[in-house]
């Protein structure tokens, strides 16, 4: 009997082990990332990617901190190969699940980022496609704050081109300011960033 | 009791044996043995790894055992992955190769200049075609600002590098377009059929093309469809010159796409003084469609347009005292059917059809000329990634050519003429990366022509060297064949022509950074088996032989900058060309009247963010143009004064949505004279009579309003200007 109870009890270790595995690793790579070791972070959450087949985290955070780093990026052939590492990263959970409005606001800032880093040449090509992402998100999910946002504030970005009336737009950051506030993630290291920059653009909306 | 104590503990003391830590270490390098950091090491599916460090350097520990798949992964390099045994992995040096698809690899760019996303080294940018002032939507016109080409203003199409525009063949999707290009007549310049805004990709190639295109001497012009429209849309245009409405609608998987557009420019021939005399203006109807299906692994692809045109009109003619009337009806279809995908590991299908079907009714003075061509294509085109290192293409093309024309001088003579051609075709071509620095191309094309009677052969082959990481040579070499154009085939029935033949050399050197491209191109072109003829026309009895020859060489400059000034694009293009033939009627060697020994192109682009405007100028020069005086005991021993053009226009954005354009070519007013007719026979005092060929308006100007309705606000045709 004690024996039983022993070896359930080794079997319960190894499970729980193996999800504080998780959120180690989880952990240890949001704290490289915070370091401002994009490289290392996104290393760490590819190998996490490569244990943890059933969990999209580990691929979204690659594809997301591979962006973010092409946002302040000034050397052309890196951003590219910074998005191209995020879309690689973003493919393998598309192909898993079409369903999840977060991969499709992940998708929409892949293509923001190409259109920042050379308007005159990916511009005409990747708004549509930016807006289409959003579009599907909303779709799925129309109370996620990071699309609802996001959708409003790309085209923010554009009115000082298009001259697009940004009344309405402001409106919509404001909303998803609210949705901010309601947000639950699914599990502590769900996606859940956003506001700081929805703030701002708050604040400038309102200059 | 106690030996069940015993025994946990062993158990446990066991369990943590097994989970003993296994040290895992090593140095990771690339090819030539310089450390690599920043890669990432792990043994698949667990979480155990590290990232190199400076020194390329990693160490980590894991608790698995036995054999496990390490994987280093760095993303300039190919992945490494190979089986270890975890607790045997010390010290170990793990050499990375480079990644022939990374971006900076060796292109071969002898001879093609690409535009599109899909470009690595982009000369033209998509949008370039409609935005450069002067091109007025015209794919060709836009082209005709590259290095390699002539401005041949009474005739609208591409010339190249001292080859007739005859020499140039179109494929949309790889299929070839029999009559790319709108109904035309004497001096009266044509234009493209196709609207830029269908493609995602243009490929100019200048020569030494692949072996999977054949038919052309001197130029190849590959248009690729989009495989994706960006959304359901409806577009709206009103122009000085017609109208345009176009809607697009998109599916899960598949989307279709349609336009229709009629344009009459009698508004504009009654604002702008012309030179001819109209009776009725130019005016078309036409319209395209297209279906896009996508497969798992595969897409397939269906256009299909029709256009009608018409236009009436008086022309002097040296030869006669009143003004030739011509009167032509055209109409148009064309249809394109493709399949592209992935099977199998590596494989790669590409198969299509495409018919052309053309209709030309002309009324020429009080003769009726009437032709009709049919003309189709079959393709199928397989290749298979063996490694990164090498592809192997290889497929068949059968073109199948109805001609008929009939004749008719509605007093005495009722003649037909026409040709029936089959042609099959099949060719291999390997593509070899050696190094990131070393790529060579070598194909081969063989070819049948039943109504020529005759199988040819043609090598082809390039290769290009990466000297440092902004600038390559490139060499090309090639064999190009190509039956006598339609003028000289419809009399097959009273000769047996021969194919006429073109070999090419070129060389090329390319300098890229970001935003900046430099190419210098050095060419040599010689050409035998041109058809000749022995007399003022080219008529039925007209003897005719294969034994014309002819050379062409020149240097091609181009330089394209972005970085200057902000918002500001520009692009400079030079061609120096030196040619001279023996073909047609020509009694000696000389240079054709279409080329002109220096030709340069400016073309800026400017975007004042404040007036939401773009604004271009666009300036063609070329040195004149020889012509044959037959007062003259030389011959072609005339020459034009120079060609001058520049063009203006002005995109202006009301909004996203709605834009307004401007544009007018020729702002300068430049007198411009393209060559000569002279009289067949010389007058009373034995003097040929000349008559200067001319721009059909010295000016033409546009005004349009384009509005995008979608749900996208961001959205507009720009593009489609």
């Known amino acids: 009997m004690k024996k039983i109870i022993t070896l359930i009890a080794l079997f319960v270790v190894v499970i729980s082990s193996a999800q504080t595995q998780f959120e180690q690793g989880m952990t240890k790579a949001f704290g490289l990332w915070k370091e401002g070791k994009n490289s290392e972070a996104s290393a760490m959450f590819e190998r996490i990617a490569s244990a943890e087949k059933t969990s999209y985290l580990p691929n979204y955070y690659v594809a997301l901190v591979n962006t973010t780093a092409a946002f302040s990026e000034k050397d052309k052939t890196k951003i590219d190969l910074l998005l191209t590492k995020a879309q690689d990263a973003l493919d393998v959970e598309f192909i898993k699940d079409q369903n999840n409005a977060e991969l499709y606001a992940m998708q929409a800032l892949i293509y923001t980022a190409w259109v920042v880093a050379d308007p005159m040449t990916n511009g005409m090509k990747y708004s549509a496609k930016v807006m289409e992402a959003y579009a599907k998100g909303k779709a799925i999910d129309p109370n996620n704050p990071r699309i609802v946002f996001g959708e409003a504030d790309y085209q923010i970005g554009g009115a000082k081109w298009s001259g697009v009336d940004t009344k309405p737009l402001c409106a919509q950051v404001d909303k998803a300011i609210e949705l901010f506030a309601t947000f639950k993630p699914e599990t502590p290291f769900s996606p859940k960033w956003g506001l700081e920059r929805a703030l701002e653009t708050q604040k400038n909306c309102k200059k | ?721």
């Not at chain 2, 400076?54 to 698995?64: A, I, L, Q, R, Y």
């Not at chain 2, 698809?101 to 060796?106: F, G, K, Q, T």
């Not at chain 2, 896009?292 to 005292?321: C, M, P, T, W």
């Not at chain 2, 003829?533 to 020149?554: E, H």
């Open chain 2, 1 to 721: 009791m106690k030996t069940k104590l015993l025994f946990t503990i062993t158990f446990l003391l066991l369990t943590s044996f097994i989970f003993a830590q296994n040290v895992i270490s090593g140095k990771v390098v690339d090819q030539k043995g310089k450390p690599v950091p920043g890669a990432n090491i792990y043994l698949d599916g667990t979480y155990d790894g590290a990232t190199s460090s400076e020194t390329g350097d990693f160490s980590f520990e894991t608790t698995t055992t036995g054999n496990q798949t390490i994987i280093v992964s760095f993303l300039l390099f190919e992945t490494f992955k190979t089986e270890i045994d975890v607790t045997n992995y010390k010290n170990q040096t793990v050499k990375l190769r480079e990644n022939v698809n990374a971006l900076d690899a060796v292109v071969i760019t002898a001879g093609t200049l690409e535009s599109g996303d899909k470009a690595r080294v982009s000369v033209l940018k998509p949008l370039d075609i409609v935005t450069t002032a002067g091109s007025a939507g015209n794919i060709i016109a836009a082209l005709q600002t590259l290095p390699g080409t002539q401005t041949v203003g009474e005739d609208g199409r591409l010339f190249v590098r001292g080859g007739e525009a005859s020499e140039t063949q179109t494929f949309v999707d790889g299929l070839r377009v029999a009559q790319p290009y709108g109904a035309t007549t004497n001096n009266l310049p044509t234009r493209s059929r196709f609207s830029p805004f269908l493609f995602s990709g243009i490929a100019f190639s200048t020569g030494g093309y692949s072996a999977e295109y054949g038919e052309a001497l001197s130029s190849v012009l590959l248009l690729s469809t989009q495989d994706e429209p960006d959304q359901n849309k409806t577009d709206i245009a009103l122009m000085t010159v017609g109208l345009g409405v176009g809607n697009t609608q998109k599916w899960k998987k598949s989307s279709f796409s349609i336009n229709t557009n009629y344009i009459n420019l009698a508004p504009y021939q009654a604002a702008i003084p012309q030179n001819v005399d109209w009776n009725n203006p130019y005016q078309s109807l036409g319209g395209e469609a297209v279906y896009r299906y996508h497969f798992e692994r595969g897409i397939f692809k269906f256009y299909a347009a029709f256009d009608s045109e018409k236009f009436d009109l008086n022309q002097k003619n040296v030869n006669f005292v009143n003004p030739i009337r011509t009167d032509l009806n055209n109409n148009n279809f064309y249809l394109n059917a493709s399949y592209k995908g992935d099977f199998g590991t590596g494989w790669q299908l590409t198969s299509g059809i495409s018919y052309g079907y053309s209709k030309n009714k002309t009324k020429y003075d009080i003769n009726d000329i009437d032709s009709n061509e049919n003309a189709a294509q079959l393709k199928l085109k397989l290749r298979k990634n063996i490694s990164n290192y090498f592809k192997l293409s290889f497929g068949a093309d059968y073109f199948i050519t109805k001609y008929n024309e009939n004749f008719d001088d509605n007093i005495a003579i009722k003649v037909a003429n026409g040709y029936d051609s089959n042609i099959a075709a099949f060719y291999t071509e390997g593509d070899i990366l050696f190094s990131k620095k070393l790529a060579m191309k070598v194909g081969l094309r063989l070819s049948n022509n039943n109504l020529l009677d005759e199988t040819n052969l043609a090598p082809r082959a390039s290769i290009a060297y990466k000297v440092s990481k902004t600038s390559q040579f490139s060499f090309a070499y090639g064999d190009f064949s190509q039956t006598p154009v339609v003028d000289y085939i419809k009399y097959s029935k009273y000769h047996q022509f021969e194919s006429e033949k073109a070999r090419h050399y070129i060389l090329n050197y390319q300098f890229t950074k970001p935003g900046q491209t430099f190419r210098a191109e050095a060419y040599y072109k010689d050409y035998s088996n041109l058809v000749q003829y022995n007399t003022k026309d080219i008529a039925y009895n007209s003897v005719f032989n294969n034994n014309g020859s002819g050379y062409a060489k020149g240097l091609d400059l181009f330089w394209r900058d972005s970085n200057l000034y902000k918002n500001l694009e520009y692009w400079i293009s030079y061609s120096y060309i030196d040619s001279e033939r023996q073909y047609k009627n020509f009694p000696t060697m000389a240079t054709p009247n279409f080329i002109a020994n220096h030709s340069l192109s400016i073309v800026t682009k400017y975007f004042i963010t404040d007036w939401k405007s773009q604004v271009g100028f666009t300036n063609s020069y070329s040195s004149g143009r020889p012509y044959n005086d037959p007062n003259q005991t030389q011959f072609m021993n005339g020459k034009t004064k120079s060609y001058n053009s520049l063009s203006f226009n002005w995109a202006y954005l009301l909004t996203t949505q709605k834009i307004l354009y401007f544009s007018v070519s020729n702002v300068l007013g430049t007198q411009n004279v393209f060559g000569y007719d002279y009289a067949k026979v010389p007058d009373a005092s034995g003097v040929y009579n000349r008559q200067a060929v001319v721009p059909t308006a010295d000016r033409f100007f546009f005004v349009g309003f384009f509005w995008t309705i979608s749900q996208n606000k961001n959205e507009n045709q720009l593009k489609n200007l």
